[in-house]
């Protein structure tokens, strides 16, 4: 049972950093950016 219990932890462990990692790689696109700029690119 204990060695079930270290597996299943350093199996979520692993799951969470890999979540974390491709959270972290993923570019970051932000639509309200977009949506508070002009024609011309300048900040409104």
Known sequence: MSTWMVVTGIWAMVAVCVVLFVRG???H???SD???RDASGAEV
Do not use: L
């Open 25 to 27: 790689a993923s570019p």
């Open 29 to 31: 696109v932000h639509p």
């Open 34 to 36: 977009e949506a508070s």
